[in-house]
């Protein structure tokens, strides 16, 4: 009698553990003073926020050195930048943060007192009718093709902005670092001459034991 009443009791109790021990998922909202969540297997808005804040706003500050032209109404004449993309050349794969990213991009630029960003839609329209792709822009005989399909639209181009991705990663043992590099490059189509400025940041991943990660993220300025 008690063996059986012992079963009973340990079937109710492992049931019970078992329902108990049930994932599940729920979600909040991330207050905007809050850190942003850190990562545990890639990089995320930990690493490519600030990458993105440090790397335009050295940029555009050093070309924004020395006099501004101004205009008959005696406002500044704002340079445009054609930004025609990102290319993610690291081991991870950035999924959905390649859109975000450009995003960000060009709300940096249009925040600028001094430069002005074209659309994206028309520089998609452009590299679709002139069959050429973002890298192949660099090419004289191709940029001059796309500056003019654009200026037949009554939009002016002064820069050209190409955005790289790259990672190198260093393991030990359990651990490893995985350095983030993202380089902007900056070309004058007038004269030729390109600007670049690169911002890092390293971010470390470790296994314990059991198999579980937990990540930190330092990085230099």
């Given at each position: ?14 049931l019970?553990s ?5 994932g ?9 003073q809050s850190?942003n969540l850190v990562g ?10 600030p990458l993105v ?5 050295k940029?555009?500050a050093r070309q ?6 101004v205009?008959?109404?005696?406002q500044?004449?704002?340079?445009s ?5 990102i290319?993610n ?6 999924g ?10 060009d709300?940096?630029i249009l925040?600028s007192?001094?430069?002005?960003s074209?659309?994206?839609?028309m520089?998609?329209a ?5 069959r050429l792709?973002p890298?192949s ?5 191709n940029?001059a ?7 037949r639209?009554?939009?002016p181009?002064?820069y ?18 995985r ?8 070309t004058n189509i007038?004269?030729?001459?390109a600007?670049k400025q ?6 470390g991943?470790?296994k ?5 990660v937990w ?6 300025r």
């Amino acid at each position: 009698m008690r063996r059986r009443e012992w079963l009973t009791g340990f079937s109710v109790v492992s049931l019970a553990s078992l329902l108990g021990c049930r994932g599940y998922q729920y979600g909040h909202i991330v207050k905007p003073q809050s850190e942003n969540l850190v990562g545990s297997h890639k990089g995320g808005a930990e690493v490519f926020d600030p990458l993105v804040d440090e790397a335009v706003a050295k940029l555009l500050a050093r070309q924004h050195q020395g006099d501004c032209p101004v205009g008959p109404d005696g406002q500044p004449i704002k340079k445009s930048i054609c930004f025609v993309g990102i290319e993610n050349k690291m081991v991870e794969d950035i999924g959905d943060f390649k859109d975000q990213l450009y995003e960000q991009i060009d709300s940096k630029i249009l925040e600028s007192d001094a430069f002005q960003s074209i659309s994206r839609r028309m520089v998609d329209a452009a590299l679709f009718e002139t069959r050429l792709r973002p890298d192949s822009l660099f090419i004289p005989d191709n940029q001059a093709l796309f500056a003019s399909v654009l200026q037949r639209q009554g939009i002016p181009i002064d820069y050209l902005l190409y955005a790289r991705l790259t990672s190198g990663t260093t393991v030990r043992n359990s651990s490893s670092q995985r350095d983030y590099l993202l380089t902007l490059e900056l070309t004058n189509i007038h004269t030729g001459f390109a600007d670049k400025q690169s911002s890092e940041i390293r971010k470390g991943y470790h296994k314990t034991a059991m198999g579980k990660v937990w990540n930190y993220n330092p990085f230099t300025r």
